[in-house]
């Protein structure tokens, strides 16, 4: 029987061995799919501690990142979903374009998973006029090969079969029972964290979060398949507008003792949130 609660795993403990910079590190290991948004996530909860403000470029190397961050994870849980219906083509594809966004995170941190490029006061890498380019053009071979594995995923008959009415949640349903990201999106929830336009986000020139009426599993995986081509084309115009400047700050002295910060994330398979306080 699923017992909802905590899994306790000792980093509040943790946090108190380490300074405010050395739990990035920590933060980003709460899960390794979604590693940047917790490490950015935390960063910006200090960062709002100590009345730290980033520069503009960093804000957009943060969200390039945690864009590229939600592509694999939604590419990983769709060929994950596939491999459970026995889709072993399908899930191979998804995998195999998978692949080429992790390229990208090693060519432009060094890692393919745990990236390990934030800081308080910004980001300690920087990504040149050709990477980003580049960036670009992998992401256009990614989304003419992803279209053909998301249409044939939301029409094959067996997929339907199993999905289709099955989990339904209305939309009262997911409001009274708190639903965050693509499940409360799935039972017409029109919500989503970045919505709020903090940091790049604001300098977007449309956004509207995927949704979908349907409220069962197929409604949800409709909002996470489509929800990749979006962040596809959210990195473009990131990448059309990133502004030259400084990577960082430089941070100095530690956080006020009783002083308190909280943050929300909009992380692939939901909102996250982040509490600090100094001692």
């Keep these: 029987i699923p017992q909802i609660g905590f899994v306790h795993r000792g980093l509040e403990r943790l946090v108190e061995t380490r300074d405010y910079n050395q739990f990035i590190y920590v933060a980003e290991r709460i899960c390794g799919i979604c590693a940047f948004g917790h490490s950015m996530g935390y960063a910006e909860t200090v960062e709002q501690l100590m009345g730290v403000e980033i520069p503009k470029r960093a804000e957009y190397l943060r969200a390039i990142w945690h864009e590229l961050s939600r592509?694999?994870?939604?590419?990983?849980?769709?060929?994950?979903?596939?491999?459970?219906?026995?889709?072993?083509?399908?899930?191979?594809?998804?995998?195999?374009?998978?692949?080429?966004?992790?390229?990208?995170?090693?060519?432009?941190?060094?890692?393919?998973?745990?990236?390990?490029?934030?800081?308080?006061?910004?980001?300690?890498?920087?990504?040149?006029?050709?990477?980003?380019?580049?960036?670009?053009?992998?992401?256009?071979?990614?989304?003419?090969?992803?279209?053909?594995?998301?249409?044939?995923?939301?029409?094959?008959?067996?997929?339907?079969?199993?999905?289709?009415?099955?989990?339904?949640?209305?939309?009262?349903?997911?409001?009274?029972?708190?639903?965050?990201?693509?499940?409360?999106?799935?039972?017409?929830?029109?919500?989503?964290?970045?919505?709020?336009?903090?940091?790049?986000?604001?300098d977007l020139d449309d956004f509207a979060p995927i949704t979908s009426t349907d409220g069962d599993c197929f409604g949800r995986a409709?909002?996470?398949?489509?929800?990749?081509?979006?962040?596809?084309?959210?990195v473009n115009e990131f990448i059309a507008k990133i502004p030259d400047g400084d990577i960082a700050v430089a941070v100095k002295g530690n956080p006020a003792v009783g002083a308190q910060a909280a943050n929300v994330v909009e992380q692939p398979r939901g909102e996250c949130y982040y509490f600090a306080e100094g001692n």
């Excluded at 083509?89 to 490029?117: K, N, P, Y």
């Excluded at 003419?144 to 939301?154: E, N």
């Design 71 to 202: 592509i694999h994870s939604h590419i990983l849980w769709l060929g994950l979903a596939a491999d459970a219906f026995g889709f072993e083509s399908l899930f191979m594809h998804c995998w195999r374009l998978r692949e080429r966004i992790l390229d990208i995170f090693e060519a432009t941190t060094g890692g393919r998973v745990i990236l390990s490029v934030t800081k308080v006061g910004g980001v300690s890498r920087d990504i040149d006029a050709a990477m980003l380019a580049h960036i670009s053009e992998v992401l256009a071979g990614i989304k003419a090969d992803y279209k053909k594995i998301m249409d044939t995923f939301l029409t094959d008959s067996s997929v339907k079969n199993r999905l289709v009415g099955v989990g339904y949640l209305s939309r009262e349903q997911a409001a009274d029972l708190c639903m965050v990201g693509p499940f409360a999106r799935a039972s017409g929830i029109d919500f989503d964290v970045r919505m709020l336009g903090n940091g790049a986000y604001g």
């Design 222 to 234: 409709e909002v996470r398949a489509k929800e990749v081509l979006q962040s596809i084309d959210m």
